[in-house]
């Protein structure tokens, strides 16, 4: 059974920088299609952005663009999430999904974590 666990969340002013983490267990993360997804307070969860299997494909919602970066390592089952120049806008639980294909619906992806709460202070 496939497990993602995620951590690195806080608070941060604005302008800082935060790193969240997601590892997964049950299976090697090269099998899989990797993204992260946020819910912000009172709103529906969006698609942050996902890395292909091989890691040579990458996309974004294009309010990160140019802040956020996904990466992963393989050797130790763990995507990435690197953010800097956060706004508050970015405040929200960040989970991260686990998927056979490529893609920005959240129905692409039937593994989820927990979720990470992230909270940027103006």
């Known amino acids: 059974q496939v497990q993602l666990v995620e951590s690195g969340g806080g608070l941060v002013q604005a302008g800082g920088s935060l790193k969240l983490s997601c590892r997964l267990s049950?299976?090697?993360?090269?099998?899989?299609?990797l993204g992260w997804f946020r819910q912000a307070p009172g709103k529906e969860r969006e698609f942050v952005t996902y890395?292909?299997?091989?890691?040579?494909?990458?996309d974004y919602l294009d309010s990160v663009k140019g802040r956020f970066a996904i990466s992963k390592d393989n050797a130790n089952n763990t995507v990435y999430l690197q953010m800097n120049s956060l706004k508050p806008e970015d405040t929200a639980v960040y989970y991260c999904?686990?998927?056979?294909?490529?893609?920005?619906?959240?129905?692409?992806?039937?593994?989820w974590g927990q979720g990470t709460r992230v909270t940027v202070s103006s």
């Open positions: 999904a686990a998927g056979a294909l490529t893609g920005t619906a959240s129905s692409s992806y039937p593994f």
């Open positions: 049950g299976g090697p993360i090269s099998y899989y299609v």
């Open positions: 890395i292909s299997r091989t890691g040579g494909t990458t």
